[in-house]
């Protein structure tokens, strides 16, 4: 069982002001790491040097992992970046900037306030076991939207060097925005959650324009395409083995029942397209025509698997869920195959917890079972995505395809 | 087609012992990666660029001695965890075979409480009946012919019901003992069909583990051998040694041969020496009886610090895959220089624990222990030196050690360097400088460190040496998958890269046997040593003779 981690901030620095120095920024983070340097003791020969029972002082040890940009474009987000950054236990950053655009004037006094409100933090994570306990830095900063188009150059000398850097962006409305843009090109990895695109089927084109720019794109993390993993590993598994390889070679209809608006705000618009892109890039499916509105809500595509002479054509159908108890981005997939190979394969979410698979085909008797498999929270979701770096292409093929079904 | 294959196999497919005698190669396994692709390559579309990008067919496992502690402890939750966190495919099925007159519901109910004690994952009323659907038991006694019958009908029935498409993964889960009945019976009663190198991996496939000890010396390793090759081909068979399977294990072969910075330094021009340390701060716990048999360096040595040795001391594979990773691996062992006749008496020490006190509680003496004799002679540690008289490690000592009821568990490798060839600093006197060490601790609080020196800050020059640490723990969250989880996995993917070839194991025991035998010969004393101290001085001594010490884990 997994041990109880609990992270809080022990020294902390504030201030508010109009010109900010970034050198100002640095030493007061020296000064807070110097308040904690206990004494040295002994370590294993004589004369060594060794803090106990790490370096660090106190048995205490500093992350040394990869630099952190969250930006909170709203109130939502600064809770959940805050939150989320103190419930972190996979992969801790070494340093987080979190950036909060605000409003600069005073609502009651109507005077205009500093430009910049500054929080340094060093946070300590305590664990139960008796590793040592684990410390990093936050720096916080809020600016007045005034200053939006300065914070990119504030940032940079604020990164650790040597270390990768990531941008995460929790927030949907990235598309047009000034510091998006500003902040994109000195990141190595961009960190977003493509379901808090909403239900608008052109806003999902946004991350289109990202991966556009293929020479200098970041690498691409999507909170939805981590909490569709489950979803593509269990398709997956249905077609291990070989004799039911063929039916993907007879597949006729796909239908992906998503949360038409989740309790958040967040749709299961874009897991949908993202498992339509990602069946069809792997199967080397093609669109025939984008994708067309339903009278009942959803949407329908025929698409078009380009083996044999004329192709085999396939029916696409994302289904919203519009029921109150529609919770979950996706709630069901269901692959039927035909011809000479036919089937009917289905992964349906029954509840936080839990995944049912059913499969059948004529050489084989239905089976069943359930799979664990919980929701992640947001703090999980960050500390796998800090964990990887290199690109995924089969993300970057799956959104290529969903945003070509599209209608322009 | 068949005929053709057989035509062209080679006729010096031979490999040898160290003894000198010749081993079918069909046995070893070597030159096969070279003439299929491996194994658990997935021909799936839609396994491309998934995390788990390896899948296993639909199989079922066959536990023999499925009541015991093994099964409870380390195979059903692991595999509970499996498929429950969908690695396994639908359809996974479990056949339990053990004396027990349990019926299948029995099975079920004292697997769940096993399971809800051991996994990683929660049991649920659902998820634990759909995993439950799958498990089934055959009583009966491992040495008698209607077990098998009986079982060969109830595998045809799960194959049918489950889709197993007849795969089948066999788990000597058993006392050795019963390994040579078990073997022999299912070959008799064709439940196992030997997979050669015409095998055609279309069709269903048949693997056996091996729990260790895989035999008690260079003989009985190689009658157990042969009893198994009788009737499985060296590609079926999985000798499961866990420490292969730890993830902490796994990166010394990542931290050596993914990182250009070491390997230069990594041989005889800059290491003075290595230690190895195994410790436990248990005792026999309630296991005197196979103790007695067995003893630290049969438990311990010859199995996972061999074990460790060779991922040290390895040359880099050319591959990551099975033969390539142990061909390397035999080689080094190949290459050891065990000490032999009165060398035993110098060059290793064996001792006993005495009562003493372990983590603040008193402990009774070995020989005070249930079931074993009070005029015990099986050591409770072991302390050598082996040297590998390569090009590499010629000159490098290994010291190793290992023991019951020692201050603290713990397992760490120390590749300790020679000190710098002309200190500049040396006209400021008062210097006290230790030798760069790296550390790999491979449990617990996994990591690496490495000890360096450093300027004390002040105008005069001070050095001091300092350490600096990796954990995984805190670098990566949360540890990986249990060792037994990794490795049934790989089993059942038949990925054999963890698990140890029989010129491995046997070539171990090559190293080992002059130890046994000069232990038995020679009148090597057994010292006592207290629990819960690092075992008897005479092991201090061992290292005090080439002017070194043993570090403090």
């Known amino acids: ?34 308040q904690l340097g206990g004494p040295l003791k002994g370590g294993d020969a004589p004369g060594e040097m060794v803090a106990e029972p790490n370096f660090g002082g106190g048995g205490l040890m500093r992350a040394n992992t990869l630099n952190l940009i969250a930006v909170a474009s709203d109130l939502r987000a600064v809770t959940l970046i805050q939150e989320t950054i103190a419930r972190l236990r996979d992969f801790l950053p070494s340093r987080t900037i979190i950036l909060i655009p605000q409003d600069g004037t005073d609502h009651e006094s109507g005077m205009i306030g500093p430009r910049y409100d500054v929080r340094v933090e060093l946070m300590e994570q305590v664990t139960e076991t008796d590793e040592p306990n684990l410390r990093f830095e936050v720096i916080t900063i809020g600016a007045d939207r005034r200053e939006t188009g300065n914070l990119a150059s504030l940032v940079t000398p604020l990164l650790a060097a040597d270390l990768p850097d990531f941008l995460w962006w929790p927030g949907g409305g990235f598309a047009d925005d000034p510091l998006f843009e500003d902040l994109l090109p000195i990141v190595d990895r961009l960190i977003l959650d493509t379901a808090q695109l909403g239900r608008d089927v052109q806003s999902i084109s946004a991350i289109r324009q990202i991966l556009a720019d293929e020479s200098n794109a970041p690498v691409i993390g999507d909170f939805t395409w981590l909490r569709l993993e489950p979803w593509r590993q269990l398709i997956a598994q249905f077609f291990d083995p070989e004799d039911v390889q063929r039916s993907l070679h007879t597949v006729e209809q796909v239908t992906i029942h998503y949360a038409e608006t989740r309790e958040d705000g967040s749709a299961g618009l874009a897991a949908a397209l993202l498992t339509a892109g990602w069946l069809a890039s792997r199967l080397d499916w093609e669109a025939i025509d984008p994708l067309e509105r339903q009278k009942r809500g959803g949407f329908w595509a025929p698409l078009r698997a380009k083996d044999g002479d004329r192709g085999r054509e396939i029916e696409l159908r994302l289904v919203p869920d519009t029921s109150p108890q529609a919770r979950f981005s996706l709630r069901r997939v269901k692959i039927v195959a035909a011809g000479a190979a036919p089937g009917a394969f289905v992964v349906e979410r029954t509840d936080s917890d839990d995944i049912l698979t059913s499969s059948e085909t004529p050489d084989n008797p239905e089976v069943s079972r359930m799979v664990y498999s919980r929701r992640p929270v947001s703090d999980e979701m960050i500390g796998q995505e800090l964990q990887r770096f290199g690109a995924d292409s089969t993300y970057e093929e799956a959104v290529r395809f969903a945003v070509g079904l599209i209608p322009s | 087609m068949t005929e053709t294959k057989k035509q062209s196999r080679p006729t010096t497919n031979y490999d040898f012992h160290t003894d000198g005698s010749a081993v079918d190669a069909d046995h070893v396994g070597h030159q096969f ?3 299929e692709p491996p194994a658990e390559i997935s021909t799936n579309p839609l396994r491309g660029g998934l995390r788990l990008d390896r899948a296993p067919a639909p199989a079922v496992m066959v536990i023999f001695g499925v009541t015991g502690d093994l099964t409870a402890r380390k195979l059903m939750p692991a595999l509970y965890d499996l498929a429950v966190g969908y690695p396994l495919p639908e359809g996974f099925s479990i056949v339990g075979v053990s004396r027990r007159e349990w019926d299948d519901e029995t099975f079920r109910n004292e697997m769940r409480g096993a399971v809800e004690k051991g996994a990683r994952t929660p049991v649920t009323d659902e998820s634990w009946q759909l995993f439950a659907q799958g498990l089934f038991y055959v009583p009966g006694n491992f040495d008698e012919e209607s077990t098998y019958t009986t079982l060969r009908e109830r595998l045809d029935v799960v194959d049918q019901e489950r889709r197993a498409h007849g795969n089948r993964l066999f788990y000597l889960a058993t006392s050795p003992d019963f390994y040579g009945p078990i073997i022999q019976h299912l070959g008799a009663a064709k439940i196992a069909a030997r997979q050669d190198i015409y095998w055609n991996r279309r069709d269903s496939w048949s693997r056996i583990v091996v729990e260790k000890p895989f035999g008690q010396d260079v003989e009985s390793a190689r009658a157990l051998n042969a009893e198994i090759g009788a009737v499985f081909s060296e590609r079926q068979i999985y000798r499961i040694d866990h420490y292969l399977g730890k993830e902490t294990v796994q990166n010394v072969l990542a931290f050596r041969f993914a990182n250009t910075l070491f390997e230069p330094v990594w041989n005889r021009q800059y290491v003075d020496h290595v230690q190895i340390t195994v410790a436990e701060a248990i005792g026999v716990e309630g296991r005197g009886g196979y103790y007695e048999g067995s003893g630290a360096l049969r438990d311990m040595v010859q199995s996972h610090i061999l074990q460790l040795v060779s991922v040290i001391a390895m040359e880099p594979p050319a591959l990551f895959n099975g033969n390539a990773l142990r061909d390397e691996k035999v080689k080094v062992l190949r290459a050891v220089v065990p000490p032999t006749g009165e060398q035993v008496n110098q060059r290793t020490v064996r ?16 020989r005070d222990e249930q079931e074993v004799s009070p005029q015990s002679r099986t050591e409770t540690f072991a302390a050598m030196e082996l040297n590998i008289d390569n090009w590499r490690w010629a000159g490098v000592p290994f010291y190793l050690r290992t023991g019951k009821r020692l201050p603290r568990r713990v397992t760490e490798i120390a590749i300790e360097f020679k000190q710098v060839p002309h200190l500049m600093f040396q006209a400021i006197g008062n210097l006290d400088l230790t030798p760069n060490v790296i550390t790999m601790r491979i449990q617990p609080d996994e990591g690496i460190a490495l000890k360096f020196a450093a300027k004390v800050p002040g105008p005069d020059t001070q050095l001091r040496p300092v350490r600096m640490d990796f954990l995984y723990g805190q670098s990566f969250g949360e540890a990986g998958p249990d060792a037994y989880e990794r490795l049934l996995l790989d089993a059942m993917l038949g990925d054999p890269t963890l698990f140890a070839r029989r010129d491995e194991v046997e070539t171990a025991w090559s190293v080992m046997q002059p130890i046994l035998d000069g232990w038995q010969d020679l009148p090597v004393p057994i010292y006592p040593y207290e629990a819960g101290t690092w075992g008897p001085s005479k092991a201090d001594s061992l290292m005090r003779r080439d002017s070194r010490q043993w570090r403090r884990p």
């Open chain 1, 1 to 34: 069982m997994a041990s109880s981690v609990s992270t809080k901030p022990i020294l902390a620095s504030v201030w508010q002001t109009d010109t900010l120095d970034t050198g100002a920024i640095h030493d007061e983070l020296n000064q807070l790491w110097s």
């Open chain 2, 33 to 35: 990666d070279a003439m």
């Open chain 2, 351 to 366: 001792g006993r624990y005495e009562a003493g006190h372990v983590g603040g509680r008193p402990v009774p003496a070995y």
